[in-house]
């Protein structure tokens, strides 16, 4: 069933996202646009409540990150690259829904 909300993570991340790479594990890197969140920044979760985000994080449309996790690198516009560790799965079934990925800084 359609939903208003459908594509709203290529619309979040287009308008918000910036350029950053990624490499899942035996793939060729390619350059996305996602949502990059540094440890210690806060973030608001699903359920509307702001938490403090303990370690850095990805979050971008669901089948542009497919097979990042674990161990695929991602590369910031400056330079910064981190390890993709674990989706932080809200159970949104839409491929093109938002998944925000654990880092840590390679």
Excluded at 3 to 15: H, I, Q, R
Aim: net charge negative.
């Amino acid at each position: 069933m359609a939903s208003v909300f459908d594509g709203m993570g290529a619309l979040l991340t287009g308008a918000l996202g910036a350029p950053v790479t990624v490499a899942p594990p035996g793939e060729a890197p390619r350059q996305i646009r996602a949502l990059f969140r540094d440890a210690d920044s806060a973030v608001l979760t699903e359920a509307g409540v702001e938490v403090l985000n303990a370690v850095p994080t990805l979050q971008a449309a669901r089948d542009r990150v497919a097979g990042l996790c674990p161990g695929g690198r991602v590369i910031l516009a400056d330079g910064r690259a981190f390890v993709a560790l674990a989706p932080m799965d809200g159970g949104n079934p839409d491929p093109g829904g938002m998944v925000t990925i654990q880092l840590e800084e390679a």
